[in-house]
């Protein structure tokens, strides 16, 4: 069984508008992830260089011009396209990139300045997309838009369950699918515009045909199905935008559900319920000796500001409200805390969440209720942290401070971000959540991370004059280590996980579909993200740790691993093990460095060992992997002749972090 493909790839080069961009990747997200699928922009470069087609489920192309499009594709770009279309991927144009996946477009034919006719090399759909199909479209202007009513044809969905026959779709600019004269069958019209239209359209006036493509499909469009209207701003120049706004909203349900449904129809998974980006939550500031926590806050305090009795840190990314469990319920406070948020209150639109103040709960008395916390058991937390510091003796106060929030945008973020309170935080310092709603990977990678997965992000002073003895970047290989090592030492009996790391910095696990195979296949499970800042004399870092412990999509999660006999993974208790075992080796890696015995406990628990690569920018020189350097943690691999015996040469590898496959996107040089 193949590897299921988890990208969902969104076009944000050449050609593309800020809106339709936002549109598609909100709606996108809101519909597939985060339980199925990764949301990630993609520009021209990257599908021009990038091993992308292998790990992508659905490419889309937006709203925009076409022509920009052409530009920097045309050739080479739409030959990658059209291969990774036609060997079973999917590809969705909306409006611009509708006319961009037709064999020719014909868009304004005889208004001077504004018409553009070509054949396009894509040719997914064998016919025309002429435009646009009503009157009124200007350039960077919302003149044009409309309501467009778009009568569906259910045979086409027999699979999709209820459809309605009649969807209201956002337009501007889009066109109308019109066949070619031989009548081929290769295309299905699954909505017709039902009103008159300012083009010839044929006898359907198809605003969205989909097409089988070699083993692969496409889905195009004329008409915006992917404008939320919650996203859609007043236009104050633009007569009857408002009602515009209005009756998409009423008819919101009907328009997501046949999204939905084109989505099905492209062979993936949807959410089944449409719900709202989850609001954020406040966060609980606690320790392990709850007067600990008033020694936190006095080193905090050249950070804090104070208005009207009330307490803030304003970093720069991020405002934090500092509340007491006996003011939290003050009602002036609150409403000057809400004042600065503009997060609507059920969840709808794209929303700049550096502009809501984050609220802190101080506990200084005594941890957390679970009432309080219902998705996370502080007495858990503090009690595993004090078992296992009895098993790791070394570990003796990384999560002692520590903070805790059902939903937030990316704890990595908060604490990275903003420069003025990481400076001031403690080394082991750790922020958990059960719920990112902006979660950060390698690149520009965003995501939602659902429930069921550990996020957590620790901070770690490390000084500066250790830095060159005691490189930073093998703080990342520190913790692949402390991850694999905590799974194993969970408890009796989770010792034989089949738990992996892989090169630089991902955690990958057994799949059980394949668990009995004589080729064994490993997937995906966690990952690790390090950023670094600088601050009196130490660097500060701040590592992102994110597993798949109790949700079992996208890929599959440790709690899928586990025989019957064994009780699932407790996510606190998982948090505290990665801690102390965390604390050990980096005290072990202060002490001797990336040392003979850290290197083999590396070893012992990677994927790599006597891998063959491919190095593609050196003409195709295979070479085998044999371990990392000792001086910056680089892959090290020794030079491969015909009959894959050494050469004698060595290479350094090093990854440039933005690549869809670490081992596609290698950086190289000879040592």
Same mark, same amino acid.
């Given at each position: ?430 922020? $958990?959540?059960?719920? &990112? +709603? ?5 690149? #520009?990678?965003?995501?939602?991370? %659902?429930?069921? /997965? @550990? ?80 601050? $009196?004399?130490?660097? &500060? +870092? ?5 597993? #798949?412990?109790?949700?079992?999509? %996208?890929?599959? /999660? @440790? ?113």
């Amino acid at each position: 069984m193949a590897p299921r493909k988890l990208n969902v790839l969104v076009y944000t080069g050449t050609g593309t508008t800020v809106e339709s961009v936002k549109h598609a990747i909100y709606t996108l997200r809101r519909l597939l992830a985060p339980n199925y699928y990764a949301v990630i922009p993609i520009n021209e470069t990257a599908l021009l260089k990038e091993p992308w087609p292998s790990t992508c489920a659905l490419l889309v192309f937006p709203g925009g011009a076409d022509l920009g499009y052409c530009r920097v594709l045309n050739g080479a770009g739409n030959a990658i396209i059209a291969q990774y279309v036609r060997r079973g991927g999917a590809y969705l144009g909306f409006c611009a990139g509708g006319y961009y996946g037709s064999k020719k477009c014909e868009f304004e034919v005889g208004n001077r300045g504004m018409e553009v006719v070509g054949p396009r090399e894509l040719a997914f759909f064998p016919g025309i997309c002429r435009g646009g199909a009503f009157k009124g479209f200007q350039y960077h202007s919302e003149k044009g838009a409309r309501v467009a009513r778009l009568r569906v044809d259910r045979d086409a969905f027999k699979e999709a369950g209820a459809l309605p026959d009649e969807v209201l779709s956002y337009y501007n600019g889009g066109g109308v699918f019109v066949p070619p004269s031989n009548g081929t069958d290769e295309y299905q019209v699954l909505a017709s515009y039902a009103d008159e239209i300012a083009v010839d359209g044929g006898e359907k006036k198809a605003a969205l045909v989909y097409c089988k493509v070699g083993m692969g499909s496409a889905l195009l469009t004329g008409p915006h199905p992917e404008f939320a209207p919650a996203n859609l701003s007043p236009q104050n120049d633009v007569p009857g935008y408002d009602d515009l706004i209005a009756t998409l909203k009423a008819a919101d349900k009907d328009r997501a559900t046949f999204l939905k449904a084109c989505l099905v129809k492209l062979g993936l998974e949807v959410n089944q319920e449409t719900t709202g980006v989850p609001s954020l939550s406040r966060m609980h500031l606690s320790a392990f000796n709850s007067s600990d926590v008033d020694d936190l806050l006095h080193g905090l305090e050249e950070a804090i500001t104070r208005e009207d009795g009330e307490e803030y840190i304003k970093g720069e990314h991020d405002t934090f409200h500092l509340e007491k469990p006996d003011t939290k319920w003050n009602m002036e406070a609150l409403k000057r805390t809400l004042s600065h948020d503009n997060q609507p209150a059920n969840g709808e639109g794209i929303i700049d969440y550096s502009t809501i103040t984050k609220r802190v709960l101080i506990h200084d008395e005594t941890w957390p209720d679970t009432k309080e916390t219902p998705y996370f058991n502080h007495h858990v937390f503090y009690s595993g942290l004090k078992s296992y510091r009895e098993i790791d003796r070394e570990a003796r106060t990384w999560g002692d401070q520590f903070m805790y929030g059902e939903v937030v945008t990316s704890t990595n973020t908060l604490l990275e971000k903003n420069y003025k309170l990481l400076s001031q935080l403690p080394t082991g310092f750790t922020l $958990a959540a059960t719920t &990112q +709603i902006a979660g950060r990977g390698r690149g #520009n990678n965003v995501w939602v991370a %659902p429930a069921g /997965s @550990l996020i957590m992000s620790t901070v770690i002073n490390h000084p500066a004059h250790l830095a060159a003895s005691r490189p930073i970047v093998f703080i990342q290989y520190l913790a692949a280590v402390a991850i694999v090592e905590a799974v194993k030492s969970y408890d009796k009996g989770y010792d034989k996980l089949p738990v992996k790391l892989k090169w630089p910095n991902d955690i990958y696990a057994l799949d059980p579909r394949h668990a009995g195979d004589d080729a064994p296949q490993y997937v995906k499970i966690g990952g690790i993200l390090s950023n670094c800042a600088y601050s $009196a004399g130490s660097y &500060q +870092i701040v590592l992102g740790i994110g597993i #798949n412990t109790t949700n079992g999509r %996208p890929t599959t /999660s @440790l709690d899928a691993l586990l025989p019957s006999h064994l009780p699932p993974f407790r996510i606190e208790r998982l948090i505290a093990r990665i801690l102390t075992r965390l604390e050990v080796l980096y005290g072990e890696f202060v002490r001797t460095g990336f040392s003979t015995e850290m290197e083999r406990k590396y070893y012992t628990h990677w994927l790599h060992g006597r891998q063959i690569v491919t190095l593609e920018a050196e003409g195709g020189v295979r070479a085998r992997i044999v371990g990392i350097t000792r001086d910056w943690g680089m892959l090290m691999a020794e030079e491969l002749n015909s009959d894959d015996k050494p050469t004698g040469k060595m290479w350094a590898l090093q990854s440039d972090e933005n690549s869809f496959d670490f081992f596609k996107g290698l950086v190289r040089r000879k040592v």
